[in-house]
């Protein structure tokens, strides 16, 4: 039944000119952006006292020396499984949420949404309401539409670029960088990535928007998978609103097809046909609609959230399911548990931590020498990090099976000065005598223990070192393979 | 996706393509036009890119590019940028004392960095990238407390730079010095340079009484008899206690330590054929080249080597 017309395989993009509107989710809304923007905007800006020495910003991503700060917490690079652990926490988090509520990170937290919808309100600002904007839109260009264009795009501009700067924060001393970024002596980094993103909010903000929602983000298709029958979403009570049409006709449902939830909607899509992959369930129609329906006299809710299951019995006349029913159902509550697993493991090893961290690899090639009394001596690469703000002794002993002695490379002694916030690379020896349990077995268990000794310079307190902190590292000592 | 077709019924207003198989039809949902002019955008970019850049491939080789882009081009740039940026501190490696090096911090993480890379390419082929040698064919561990000719940073840099019984360095360590072939059968140039000839019965008296001084189970009467034998003909290189001579690079028999192994069998064949291991000299060069390593890149990796556990 191919169509007489020619098909066209390309369309251009219809302009989208949301209508203002008003309501709990539009006020939800506006805070959630307003908190969600300052505390993006913000951030940098937090100052957290880390002592002498060490960066003063709350929150930083210290790339040159390879740090991240977080308020209190100071993650090394090794220590990388704790932005894995975070990285998995918002992936099941996603999921919870998508299960449970469907797209609420589409419609309220996405930074796409949020800036797109700061645009919006500017827009909205400079040029005035739907209309207006469908007007100004039509008419050809005169010196009104060049300047309201211009200041809109100027603003566009200017938030694109307090982005781009915000983003650069997070990776220096915020109060500094501005005082370069102004001075023009900053890093052409800086300069290049502010660009790049000054330019690309004001793109996506501006002339893509839900361009991006719907042909570049997986996340709409991936969405599908995490949604069932139960998940709570946006949609309209067709039982309830059909037929639509005039309310003087008889047997016309509620629905007056006032087009008030389309005009609103930033994606220009219509809810009544149903769960659709352009929805961002942002809830603006529900406002839209809950505003008809107060003036016509009607409930509010003909578009709400609802789940599917809701349907059956809403048609005959029950009650829906309490929504703790929605919720609580066995993937939600899998979800929950791997996500507070993960959490719980995290918060866990980061208290349990040592600020002395050291790790010890065998050298493998060869496994073991053979000195020239007939000893047998294995090699052990260690990292040695001094987390502590101050200089550091490390000081080593072993217990093994057998008796084994060691030696430390470059140093007769059996401790290594380590700086503080560095990692030093050393070698150490363990040897075992001839005939001992240790020189004869295949391999055996080895236990390195490794203590510090605060203080710049080591106390002379007569061969004994005051210990601060005490950790061992298990490895294997491999004795004559024969 | 343009809005318009979501407005409206799919079925009724999308319209298809006009592609039908078996009765299924397929819908036009038509594509953003922005899409198909990032598409054209796509091929005007590779278009312009091949002319500019290297592109195209030809038999040998591609296009170059009108701007002459290379990255090998770029490889070399920027081997050049390290190496000057390595210049001083190599000719302070150079200038420096040999022992004070590793006691200097920067000169030390230099040479340590630099002398791994050189021995992995350079000397690893023979003792091994774990520096431990090959066992039983020759090629001594590095790791260990036992050196031929000295463990000092002096030692291992003279080593280096000359090498071991090789043609090319007149200053090669042990020139002309092998461990002789002393079996009676042995024939060739290594069995002239023995003094004595010695029989079967002979060689394993004096095996006997190597297995003996270096702690292993031995014929005790065969041991005896070699004790003569040993202090008349061995005892010259390897010391009347058997302890070995660094001068002439003889091993030290008494310790657990051997080059081509240590059981009866392996001492039978060395000392009835001889062996004369050879390194070659990685610092000398003839009139007019370039020797196979710079002073700076042997200073390197003797640090390297004498900082491996067994460096005295």
């Known amino acids: 039944m191919s169509s007489t017309d020619e098909p066209k395989l390309y369309a251009a993009r219809e302009p989208i000119f949301p209508r203002r509107v008003s309501g709990k989710f539009r006020t939800l809304k506006w805070w959630l952006m307003g908190l969600m923007l300052g505390v993006y905007y913000l951030t940098p800006w937090i100052r957290w006292d880390r002592g002498p020495q060490m960066p003063d910003q709350a929150v930083l991503l210290d790339l040159s020396t390879r740090r991240f700060f977080f308020f209190m917490i100071e993650i090394w690079p090794n220590e990388f499984y704790f932005v894995a652990g975070l990285l998995i926490m918002a992936g099941l988090g996603l999921f919870l949420f998508t299960s449970a509520a469907g797209r609420v990170w589409c419609g309220y937290a996405c930074p796409q949404t949020v800036w797109t919808d700061l645009f919006i309100l500017v827009e909205r600002w400079v040029e005035g309401d739907r209309n207006a904007r469908i007007r100004l839109h039509r008419q050809p260009w005169n010196w009104e539409k060049l300047i309201k264009n211009g200041i809109k795009w100027s603003i566009w501009l200017l938030i694109g670029l307090a982005t781009g700067g915000a983003w650069v924060f997070y990776f220096t001393d915020a109060p500094t960088l501005m005082s370069n970024l102004i001075h023009g002596t900053a890093h052409p980094v800086a300069y290049l990535t502010m660009a790049v993103l000054t330019f690309t909010t004001f793109f996506f903000g501006g002339f893509a928007r839900e361009q991006i929602c719907i042909y570049a983000c997986p996340w709409p298709r991936i969405q599908a998978a995490m949604m069932d029958e139960d998940t709570i979403t946006i949609g309209y009570r067709s039982w309830r609103g059909e037929p639509r049409g005039k309310q003087t006709v008889a047997g016309n449902g509620d629905c007056i097809d006032c087009m008030a939830c389309v005009n609103v909607c930033p994606m220009g899509i219509d809810i009544r046909n149903g769960q659709q992959l352009a929805c961002i369930t942002c809830g603006l129609c529900i406002d839209a609609c809950d505003t008809t329906m107060d003036k016509i006299g009607k409930p509010r809710g003909l578009i709400g959230y609802l789940a599917l299951t809701d349907e059956p019995l809403e048609r005959a ?166 | 996706m343009c809005a318009k077709p979501i407005k409206q019924d799919p079925r009724d207003k999308v319209g298809t393509t006009g592609h039908n198989w078996d009765g299924i039809e397929e819908l036009n949902n038509p594509l953003p036009r922005w899409w198909l002019w990032s598409f054209y955008a796509c091929i005007a970019f590779a278009l312009v890119y091949s002319v500019l850049y290297p592109a195209w491939p030809l038999i040998h080789g591609a296009t170059p590019g009108i701007l002459g882009a290379s990255t090998r081009a770029d490889v070399a740039v920027e081997i050049k940028r390290f190496d000057d940026l390595n210049a001083p501190i190599k000719a302070k490696l150079v200038a420096a004392d040999l022992t004070a090096i590793e006691k200097d911090d920067g000169l030390k993480s230099y040479a340590m960095e630099a002398g791994k890379s050189i021995f992995a390419t350079n000397c690893a082929p023979c003792h091994g990238a774990g520096a431990a040698g090959v066992q039983g064919k020759g090629y001594p561990n590095l790791l260990d407390n036992d050196w031929l000719y000295g463990g000092s940073i002096d030692a291992i840099h003279t080593t280096i730079t000359h090498g071991v019984r090789n043609t090319v360095d007149p200053d090669a360590r042990n020139v002309g010095i092998v461990m002789p072939a002393w079996s009676d059968k042995a024939t060739g140039a290594m069995a002239d340079a023995a003094t004595t000839k010695l029989n079967d019965e002979q060689v394993g008296q004096v095996v006997n009484y190597v297995l003996k001084i270096s702690g292993q189970t031995a014929d005790e009467a065969k041991a005896t008899a070699g004790a003569q034998i040993f202090a008349d003909n061995c005892a010259a290189c390897h010391g009347a206690d058997g302890k070995g001579n660094r001068d002439m690079g003889a091993p030290n028999l008494t310790d657990a330590i051997w080059l081509y192994g240590g059981s009866e069998a392996t001492l039978t064949q060395t000392i009835s054929y001889g062996r004369a291991g050879v390194m070659p000299t990685w610092g000398y060069a003839p009139q007019g080249s370039a020797p196979r390593l710079s002073e700076d890149q042997i200073r390197a990796v003797a640090v390297y080597v004498h900082s491996l556990g067994g460096g005295e």
């Open chain 1, 317 to 482: 006349g029950q009650h829906d399911k309490p929504v703790w029913k929605h919720i609580l159902r066995p993937r939600t509550i899998l979800y929950t548990v791997l996500w507070a697993g993960i959490g719980v493991g995290l918060v866990v090893a980061l208290f349990l931590r040592s600020n002395l961290d050291v790790s010890i690899s065998p050298v493998r090639n060869p496994t073991h020498v053979v000195l020239s009394d007939g000893s047998i001596r294995n090699t052990y690469n260690m990292r040695l990090r001094n987390k502590h703000g101050e200089d550091r002794w490390f000081v080593f002993s072993a217990t093994a099976g057998g008796d084994v002695t060691l030696a430390l490379d470059g140093t007769e002694e059996l401790r290594v000065l380590v700086k503080a916030n560095e990692t030093r690379e050393q070698r150490l020896y363990v040897t075992a005598k001839a005939g001992t349990v240790a020189a004869s077995a295949h391999h055996m268990p080895l236990r390195i223990w490794i203590s510090d000794a605060s203080g710049p310079t080591l106390p002379d307190t007569g061969g004994v070192i005051p210990k601060a902190e005490r950790i061992y590292k298990d490895t294997i000592f491999n004795g004559k393979d024969d």
